[in-house]
């Protein structure tokens, strides 16, 4: 039996092996469909050129299916890895080529099978079948995971250099927490590993870019790469691509320079620009590096604001702690005094926190100080500044707002959390309420004392009323 299906395999193989177009047409057409990354092995990125390798690989694939086949498979493993160092380089992952693989193998098998069709000896072929395009394909695997090897150590070994001028201002970088001195460390290597004179770096606040340090230049020289002095001095010729999240520019006019815009997480954190009055061609691994260095500096002031940020909120809620609020109400109140404008100030408890944490834990109790903060905030305006002031204890500086508006905040967020509580919450979250309003004279520690004492009646009332429901049920 074993002998008739080798024989049959061989008769196979030498038939589709000598009409393989069809199959290369239909395999070229999966594999555009699945990984057309494979496309950009190929110049102009058509198919027509997948369909005649993919024709010229099904027929090699065919033949090697026979017994006594001759074919240069040391050759093929050759090119295969070549061509694997191209794919690398033009970025295409490995993943695809190994896919790639797979659905030849899945091509020349379906013809066996379709070929075969009832014939009693179809199992014992497809097994043989199997076992020897597994050989051989899985040398092919090998060659081309042997030529990203190569293209990785050829590419480690260019930008040595540069990789360990970034280590150097990786490590400056963490080390400091301070906005200008991240601008000055992240300016003055990428100066020192390039061998340029001067640059700029640039750091947003609000909506607009404030320029945070300068090395080499002389004052006013900045605007020259500021958007407003970009025209008739300034040329993009050239845009970094690659993995950095950071846009990078090398641009031309009296400066020889290279411009980045740092982002990371999407967002827009400032700018820097590296330049020389000398004549100087930069490469594309000079802006690769460059790219990589605005990442760098990108992280870092996101650092910087992130550790700022936290040293002025509540970690549970993300409103503001108690000392930044007390600044915060300390300001208003100034405003207020100096404008004669109103102000309210707001003052919330919650009533159960303690029965909360008692009865279902505290992890239910700090999600119970996370949803009336998430309401509260959600509530009130943009020009108003909520803050946990410990515990279960939040406040709510409120300028150009009175008594009434403070009630109507509070009436919206006791709305908002009654649905809540009947959604996500084991216990109702219930809260009592203190307002005061801002009369001349008060600062705004007579205006904590008073919303304090109102939230303390509003308390004692709602506890009064919780225990004569409770007398009525018994």
């Known amino acids: 039996m074993t002998q008739r299906a080798s024989e049959l395999l061989t008769e196979l193989a030498d038939t589709l092996s000598a009409d393989a177009t069809e199959s290369g047409i239909v395999a070229a057409e999966v594999v555009g469909a699945i990984e057309p990354e494979l496309l950009k092995g190929y110049k102009d990125g058509s198919a027509d050129e997948l369909v005649k390798t993919s024709t010229s690989f099904l027929q090699a694939l065919f033949r090697s299916l026979r017994p006594d086949s001759k074919l240069?498979?040391?050759e093929y493993y050759s090119l295969a890895r070549e061509a694997a160092r191209r794919y690398a380089e033009k970025g295409?992952?490995?993943?695809?080529?190994?896919?790639?693989?797979?659905?030849?193998r899945r091509?020349?098998?379906?013809?066996?099978?379709?070929r075969l069709g009832d014939n009693e000896f179809a199992d014992e072929v497809l097994f043989m079948a199997q076992s020897r395009l597994?050989?051989?394909?899985?040398?092919?695997?090998?060659?081309?995971?042997?030529?990203?090897?190569?293209?990785?150590?050829?590419?480690?070994?260019?930008?040595?250099?540069?990789?360990?001028?970034?280590?150097?201002?990786?490590?400056?970088?963490?080390?400091?927490?301070?906005?200008?001195?991240?601008?000055?460390?992240?300016?003055?290597?990428?100066?020192k590993v390039l061998g340029l004179q001067a640059g700029a770096v640039w750091v947003r606040e609000g909506a607009r870019l404030k320029l945070a340090k300068t090395i080499g230049m002389q004052p006013g020289e900045e605007e020259e790469f500021s958007d407003t002095g970009r025209s008739g001095l300034l040329k993009v010729v050239e845009v970094s691509s690659g993995p950095a999240e950071s846009r990078v520019d090398r641009i031309t006019g009296q400066w020889s320079a290279i411009r980045a815009e740092l982002r990371t997480k999407g967002v827009l954190l400032g700018a820097m620009t590296v330049a020389t009055r000398l004549p100087r061609t930069f490469e594309s691994s000079d802006l690769e590096f460059v790219a990589a260095v605005a990442d760098q500096?990108?992280?870092?002031?996101?650092?910087?604001?992130?550790?700022?940020?936290?040293?002025?909120?509540?970690?549970?809620?993300?409103?503001?702690?108690?000392?930044?609020?007390?600044?915060?109400?300390?300001?208003?109140?100034?405003?207020a005094q100096r404008h004669k404008r109103r102000l309210a100030l707001m003052m919330l408890d919650l009533d159960n926190l303690k029965d909360i944490n008692d009865t279902y834990g505290h992890h239910v109790g700090d999600e119970a100080i996370r949803l009336l903060a998430?309401?509260?905030?959600?509530?009130?305006?943009?020009?108003?500044?909520?803050?946990?002031?410990?515990?279960?204890?939040?406040?709510?500086?409120?300028?150009?707002?009175?008594?009434?508006?403070?009630?109507?905040?509070?009436a919206r967020v006791r709305e908002a959390l009654e649905h809540i509580n009947d959604e996500k919450m084991p216990v109702r979250v219930e809260f009592s309420i203190g307002i005061t309003a801002w009369r001349p004279g008060m600062d705004w520690q007579a205006m904590y004392e008073s919303a304090d004492k109102n939230l303390y009646v509003d308390k004692r009332r709602r506890q009064a009323a919780r225990k004569k429901v409770g007398e009525l049920k018994a």
């Open 92 to 104: 295409v992952p490995l993943e695809s080529l190994m896919e790639g693989l797979a659905i030849f």
């Open 72 to 74: 240069p498979w040391t």
């Open 297 to 335: 500096i990108a992280v870092a002031l996101d650092r910087a604001r992130q550790h700022t940020k936290e040293a002025r909120t509540d970690y549970l809620t993300g409103l503001a702690n108690r000392p930044e609020f007390e600044r915060a109400i300390d300001r208003a109140v100034a405003a």
């Open 107 to 114: 091509s020349v098998m379906a013809r066996l099978t379709e």
């Open 134 to 191: 597994g050989d051989v394909l899985e040398h092919m695997n090998s060659s081309f995971i042997r030529g990203y090897l190569d293209y990785t150590e050829t590419r480690h070994r260019a930008r040595q250099s540069e990789l360990h001028g970034l280590y150097h201002i990786a490590s400056a970088l963490g080390r400091s927490l301070d906005v200008t001195e991240i601008a000055e460390v992240g300016l003055r290597e990428t100066l």
């Open 374 to 410: 998430q309401e509260l905030q959600r509530e009130v305006r943009a020009t108003d500044t909520s803050g946990r002031l410990g515990g279960d204890e939040f406040g709510v500086a409120m300028p150009e707002a009175d008594e009434r508006d403070a009630r109507e905040v509070g």
